[in-house]
């Protein structure tokens, strides 16, 4: 992967007189707030799908350039940043005071390298994983991004979304809509860990980020920090589970948001099983076997912003190249195998995570004799609302447009 750092080309016969009057004016406009162009903005926005490589990601120089967010593609191992979730534990256990009660979680938050430190993995999403020691409990709480966590542990571990409890297992994905009361905790006798996403990052730059501890529902002055529990481990599954059935008696809204999912716990066991029984099916040539995580009323992705899948690689299995308008992150749930990112490799096995940024080519390569998994989020779900989700693939050079 090349990051092209593309300068204006210089026009023949040009002097720089002007620029350097006009870098005299910005001198005195910077006061006021004001820029007083001297740059074109083209060199950071050639068009991504007109570049049949794609092997470069843009990025621009000068003022232009100046806190510029361009995701990078990037791999974090288990094996590195376990380490840092083990080392939590265990201050957690011998310390005074709990790391929950000044930090809110116990976790570690990756950061792309590309984000100048943001506290995010693309330019919409942020990833924690945490882990919670037994006892540990994060309390009752609400807000406006969308969230969710992807189950790393066997088991153990558990999230009450709006009065449902859901009993946490490997390969589970449980949703925290925008605008849901939630809280976790861990009440088996091992440390759990978990990955949280959230688009915070796209609340925080649409200036619409909030969060409320001021849970008055029905356990207010007896426990604040935990809800009680209306519904027990199971329920929105019991109600919506089964695909192509929706029940009748019940509101289909949770919490104040709009337009949430009300199935919430997506059970990793439901996950395999499903993957495992279409197998035999040619799949996507650019995903293989992909189920997309979708609100079982409306048919659309779990949330407004952010579209979830999973997808099997069966033992050997190449895809072809595609390339998209949105980024997304991958989480290892299963096997061994390599995705090639805007012409660089990356090795990966379980619990590992990377990230692909849009306008570059990838694909996916099954190593192993074993069935690989991966779980997916992506921006694709915002993308195609407001209008500018596309997506090629390329195979033996020749590139076609792709419908999601
Ligand atoms: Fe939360």
Known sequence: ???????????????????????????????????VRTQANSPAQRPWFADT??????LATGRVAANQMKTLPHHWRWKDYSQ??????????????????????????LLNPGLNGRLQVTSTIRCAISIYNPGDVAPVHIHSPNASRTILSDKGGYTIVEGER??????????????????????????????????????????????????EGENAGKN??????????????????????????????????????????????????TLDGLRKEAGDPYEGIRLRFVNPVTGEPIFTTLDYSAQLLRPGEETAFKRETCSTFYVVIEGQGATEIAG????????????????VWRRHLNTAKKDAVLYAVSDAALLNNIGHYRA???TNGTVTELVS
């Open 53 to 58: 490589t794609g092997d470069v990601v843009q």
């Open 344 to 359: 660089k490799r990356f090795e990966w096995s379980e619990n590992d995570i990377f990230v692909v940024p849009n306008f």
């Open 392 to 394: 090629q693939g390329r």
């Open 224 to 273: 604040a920090k935990v809800q009680e529990t209306v519904h027990q481990s199971g329920y929105s599954g019991r109600l919506y589970g089964r695909g192509g059935m929706v029940p009748t008696f019940v509101s289909h809204q949770r919490g104040i948001g709009q337009k949430p999912s009300p199935l919430i716990h997506y059970r990793g066991a439901d996950v395999r099983e």
């Open 1 to 35: 992967m090349v990051a092209a750092t593309a300068q204006a080309p210089a026009r023949p016969g040009l002097s720089n007189k002007a620029r350097e009057l006009m870098e005299a004016i910005n001198t005195d406009a910077a006061k006021h707030h004001v820029w």
């Open 166 to 215: 859901c009993e946490a297992a490997r390969g589970d994905l449980i949703l925290t809509p925008n605008g849901t009361w939630h809280d976790h905790g861990n009440e088996d006798s091992e440390p759990v860990i978990w990955i949280d996403m959230l688009d915070w990052p796209l609340m925080e730059f649409l200036d619409c980020a909030w969060v409320d501890h001021g849970y």
């Open 84 to 109: 840092y979730l083990n080392r939590i534990s265990e201050v957690a256990r011998k310390a005074d005071v709990s790391p929950i009660e000044f930090a809110d979680r116990q976790s570690i938050l």
